[in-house]
């Protein structure tokens, strides 16, 4: 990831995304979707129990 893009709050991919920029969605999912999806997989483990 570029100094650039490391720089962008979520707020202002947030806004960007709602002008239409692609890009800016593309670096937001990114961003999140490894956290997304660890905390998925720990939710899971919970909700069976284990």
């Known amino acids: 990831m570029s100094d650039t893009h ?7 991919l947030l806004s960007l995304l709602r002008q239409g920029d ?4 593309d670096r937001l999912v990114a961003r999140y979707l490894p956290m997304l999806r660890r905390w998925r997989t720990g939710a899971c483990r919970r909700g069976r129990g284990i």
């Open 6 to 12: 490391a720089a962008e709050s979520t707020a202002t």
């Open 22 to 25: 692609d890009s800016a969605r």
